[in-house]
């Protein structure tokens, strides 16, 4: 009774070491992230519940799945042991149809080996997943996109068939100057963040627009990025399980041309130093150059050009979705802080 109850103690320990090993290696530990700051304006569309149809299952193609290869004997070739099959099958939801492609399997045997992780002894793409392996027990990760869940599997001597439910969904963004002024697809991208433990962790960095990124379901912050400079944008979307949820950004910014000129329409001077300063004297952005752009939120900035040790000073304002050329005027009569156009 006794040595039952202390084999019984062992089998504890061990797993739960196991487990231990397992979230060591499929965890990982994104940055914190800023607190959210006003000024987005967003525009949710949650689709339907997923079907064979919808992009959220079916991209990307399946593909075929590689099951586990079995040990085989030096002599004979054969598989050293008998194996069961173990079959897996993931949905969105509990009601929802099985996820026909996008799915990442992997198994990992429950005993960690000597370094004291759990060996990988199978993987596979796509939708269903088949593996056959040597009875004993086994954690299997299954991962859609960025939404993951971990299960314990217990093989003997029947076959074994699994669904998991992911409970995630799709996010898809979009980012507009002003209400409706297209923005060039490169000059964009978005980081997605959650909230763990009370704090912002990343999940997702530079996400292209119009690209569907799969998650767990839960509220997300995405943080929209144009121009490289100081046009940034933050909101809070929830992602429903099964659904896809489409959001438009609207940025209020555009993009700023910086000439020296000795006189109005002249040519640019090269090799000017530029400072852009916000109100307050902070410095924004600085580049060398004839005809330097930057992509600048709407507001009013300083600029400082130098060139040939000479200093001039002007000052200019940013209009949502109006693109325009800024001319410093490089001249030993203009009037400090006062830009000439």
Do not use: C
């Not at 085989?72 to 050293?80: N, S, W, Y």
């Not at 990760?141 to 217990?154: P, Q, S, W």
């Not at 979009?174 to 997605?192: G, K, Q, R, Y």
Request: glycine content about 8%.
């Amino acid at each position: 009774m006794a040595d039952g109850a202390k084999r019984s103690d062992h089998l504890r320990r061990r797993t739960a070491s196991s487990l231990l090993a397992l979230a060591t290696l499929l965890a990982a530990a994104p940055p914190a992230f800023a607190e959210p700051t006003a000024g987005a304006f967003v525009v949710p569309r949650p689709r339907p519940p997923v079907d064979a149809a919808d992009p959220l299952a079916t991209t990307p193609p399946p593909q075929t799945a590689v099951p586990y290869a079995p040990a085989v004997t030096q002599d004979t070739g054969r598989p050293a042991g008998r194996e069961v099959p173990l079959y897996l099958v993931a949905k969105l939801t509990e009601e929802g149809e099985p996820i026909g492609s996008g799915m990442t399997w992997r198994v990992f045997r429950a005993m960690a080996d000597e370094t004291g992780k759990l060996p990988l002894v199978g993987t596979a793409v796509g939708g269903d997943a088949e593996f056959r392996l040597k009875p004993g027990t086994y954690f299997v990760h299954a991962a859609f996109g960025k939404a993951g869940t971990t299960l314990r599997v217990d093989l003997m001597d029947e076959v074994v068939s699994q669904t998991v439910v992911m409970n995630a969904g799709g996010l898809k963004l979009e980012a507009v100057i002003d209400e409706d002024l297209p923005i060039d697809p490169a000059e964009v991208e978005f980081d997605v963040l959650a909230n763990v433990a009370g704090e912002r962790v990343l999940v997702a960095e530079k996400v292209e627009p119009s690209a569907i990124l799969r998650v767990a379901a839960g509220t997300y912050q995405v943080v929209s990025r144009y121009g490289g400079v100081n046009a940034v944008l933050r909101a809070d979307l929830e992602v429903q399980p099964g659904k896809l949820t489409e959001a438009i950004l609207h940025h209020q910014a555009a993009e700023v041309t910086l000439k020296l000129v000795a006189e109005p329409g002249g040519e640019a001077l090269a090799n000017t130093h530029w400072s852009v300063l916000s109100p307050g004297g902070d410095v924004v952005v600085e580049d060398v150059g004839a005809f330097p752009s930057f992509v600048l939120a709407e507001g009013e900035y300083a600029v400082v050009a130098k060139n040939a040790n000479r200093v001039y000073n002007g000052a200019f304002h940013v209009e949502a979705g109006r693109d325009r050329d800024v001319e410093v005027i490089a001249k030993d009569d203009a009037v400090p802080g006062r830009l000439e156009e």
